[in-house]
């Protein structure tokens, strides 16, 4: 049975330090995707990695996959207030599954002023 | 363009009662998935309906029910409401299966 799994599972950190955020999973999976969650809000895809060594990039926020490793890691760095949010990975499922998602269980992050 | 529209967006219903809760997709997205996210449980899978089929589904019991329709948009029933179907139920959709999800704003549902 494929598992995700994300640590840490909360984080309170500081503005200006940085941080990473990991996401292993079990089985051999093809893709692997990052969601961020706001407070109160709806999930916005952030990143989807389609390769081992894929490595994605949106200002602060830097995501890589390692396929043999079956672990991805979203980088934080220069942490600011507003990246205060949940983030989700989450991977494709086995074809058996039709590929249905399989989700990890989200890291909430805390960014102090 | 315009997102995934979710309604309604707040609901207040008591044990035993049934409800249904509409998601419109995006424009030219044929999958649509339905999550339930509960601060206790996180983010669990419902189904996944694509060109009207049901693709998926998870381990939600015979309650929790849904259909496409040919526009794509989807419902999904609860019926026999008990407290702990108290959620936000959140709407996906993509053009194909687990291609970037975009998500509604989600029905929060409220079970008295």
């Known amino acids: 049975e494929l598992k995700v799994e994300q640590n840490p599972l909360f984080l309170s950190m500081q503005e200006g330090k940085n941080y990473t955020i990991y996401c292993n999973y079990s089985?051999?999976?093809?893709?692997l995707y990052w969601y961020r969650q706001d407070p109160g809000k709806s999930l916005e895809s952030l990143f989807v990695?389609?390769?081992n060594g894929a490595v994605k990039q949106e200002g602060r926020l830097m995501a890589s996959l390692d396929t043999k490793a079956r672990l991805s890691t979203l980088h934080i760095t220069a942490a600011v207030h507003d990246l205060s949010a949940t983030y989700f990975c989450a991977v494709d499922g086995p074809m058996d599954s039709n590929y249905q998602l399989i989700w990890g269980a989200g890291t909430k992050l805390i960014i102090k002023p | 363009k315009a997102g995934v529209t979710q309604t309604p967006r707040y609901l207040i219903k008591t044990r035993g009662q049934q409800v249904t809760l509409s998601c419109s997709p995006i424009?030219?997205?044929?999958?649509v998935s339905w999550y339930q996210q509960t601060p206790g449980q996180g983010l669990q899978f419902l189904f996944e309906y694509f060109s009207e089929t049901q693709r998926n589904k998870g381990n939600f019991p015979g309650r929790f029910s849904g259909r496409q329709f040919s526009n794509s948009r989807s419902e999904m029933n609860v019926s026999t409401l008990e407290l702990g179907d108290s959620a936000l139920y959140l709407c996906a959709t993509s053009r194909v299966t687990n291609e970037k999800l975009f998500f509604g704003s989600g029905t929060q549902l409220s079970v008295l």
């Open positions: 424009s030219g997205h044929r999958s």
């Open positions: 990695l389609l390769s």
């Open positions: 089985t051999t999976s093809d893709r």
